[in-house]
């Protein structure tokens, strides 16, 4: 017959046994739960210059090697590095079957750095794989040029084309509707790593399908010359003192020659 004393000994032991076994052995489930794979990859696709405070269009792709035995992907997205205050990523979390996800990330609002992580993860028969990667994105100042557009006509216009171009390439684009005797104001960023000195031409076209708007003085092309010249004060890249022409006003005119106005 065991002693009452060593049968007592031998329950604690048992029961220190299993608080020693248990916790490592869930520890160890819960970290089986998600492993990192070599064969999922993320890729984040868009502009690797952003202006300080501005925003941009990026597409966050993540696929798996062996994609048909995948049944969602996910992610989560955060901004690190130093003094990245105003930098943000929209959405910043989500689940896709295809793994395709639409990203709005606003610049730091100072120049340098801006790394945006990205932890995926992909659902596979009940086991979750997950990836971190991280993207550089160099947060720059930019010339801010704002067109303001004024509609005279007593009649709307409707999905107007408005570009701007400088020394001739095309830097941005948008679509603009305009009620009658109304003004729509746009701002685009010039955002570039370096520039040449001197002169450069800023151009913006308006594309009315209707063919009825055009610039106050008849046609639909309004250039400015701007000078760029520098203080030899770089800030990784980027003159942010020297630039003559930080921000001006373009004025443009819709004028609609078929439009009359009404009778009272």
């Given at each position: 017959?065991?002693?009452?004393?060593?049968?007592?000994?031998?329950?604690?032991?048992?029961?220190?046994?299993?608080?020693?076994?248990f916790p490592?052995?869930?520890?160890?489930?819960?970290?089986?739960?998600?492993?990192?794979?070599?064969?999922?990859?993320?890729?984040?696709?868009?502009?690797?210059?952003?202006?300080?405070?501005?925003?941009?269009?990026?597409?966050?792709?993540?696929?798996?090697?062996?994609?048909?035995?995948?049944?969602?992907?996910?992610?989560?997205?955060?901004?690190?590095?130093?003094?990245?205050?105003?930098?943000?990523?929209?959405?910043?979390?989500?689940?896709?079957?295809?793994g395709v996800?639409?990203?709005?990330?606003?610049?730091?609002?100072?120049?340098?750095?801006?790394?945006?992580?990205?932890?995926?993860?992909?659902?596979?028969?009940?086991?979750?794989?997950?990836?971190?990667?991280?993207?550089?994105?160099?947060?720059?100042?930019?010339?801010?040029?704002?067109?303001?557009?004024?509609?005279?006509?007593?009649?709307?216009?409707?999905?107007?084309?408005?570009?701007?171009?400088?020394?001739?390439?095309?830097?941005?684009?948008?679509?603009?509707?305009?009620?009658?005797?109304?003004?729509?104001?746009?701002?685009?960023?010039?955002?570039?790593?370096?520039?040449?000195?001197?002169?450069?031409?800023?151009?913006?076209?308006?594309?009315?399908?209707?063919?009825?708007?055009?610039?106050?003085?008849?046609?639909?092309?309004?250039?400015?010359?701007?000078?760029?010249?520098?203080?030899?004060?770089?800030?990784?890249?980027?003159?942010?003192?020297?630039?003559?022409?930080?921000?001006?006003?373009?004025?443009?005119?819709?004028?609609?020659?078929?439009?009359?106005?009404?009778?009272s």
């Open positions: 017959m065991i002693p009452r004393r060593m049968l007592s000994i031998g329950i604690i032991m048992v029961l220190l046994l299993c608080a020693l076994v490592l052995t869930a520890i160890d489930a819960r970290a089986a739960d998600a492993s990192e794979s070599m064969y999922l990859t993320v890729k984040l696709e868009g502009p690797s210059l952003l202006g300080a405070g501005v925003e941009g269009q990026y597409v966050l792709r993540v696929w798996y090697f062996f994609k048909e035995r995948i049944d969602n992907y996910s992610f989560t997205a955060s901004i690190v590095g130093d003094d990245v205050s105003g930098g943000a990523v929209s959405p910043n979390n989500g689940t896709s079957g295809k996800f639409n990203l709005t990330i606003t610049g730091a609002s100072k120049p340098g750095t801006m790394t945006v992580r990205i932890n995926a993860s992909a659902d596979e028969f009940g086991k979750t794989w997950y990836k971190v990667e991280e993207f550089d994105i160099e947060i720059v100042n930019s010339i801010v040029i704002k067109a303001a557009i004024e509609n005279k006509g007593y009649a709307p216009v409707t999905n107007v084309s408005v570009k701007m171009l400088v020394d001739g390439t095309l830097i941005d684009e948008r679509r603009v509707s305009i009620n009658p005797i109304s003004r729509v104001d746009l701002t685009f960023n010039w955002t570039f790593s370096s520039i040449p000195e001197g002169r450069h031409v800023i151009t913006i076209i308006i594309d009315d399908p209707s063919g009825v708007a055009e610039f106050e003085e008849g046609n639909n092309v309004l250039t400015k010359e701007v000078y760029y010249v520098t203080s030899g004060n770089w800030l990784r890249g980027v003159l942010a003192i020297g630039i003559m022409f930080i921000a001006f006003v373009l004025i443009m005119t819709l004028l609609q020659r078929s439009a009359k106005k009404p009778k």
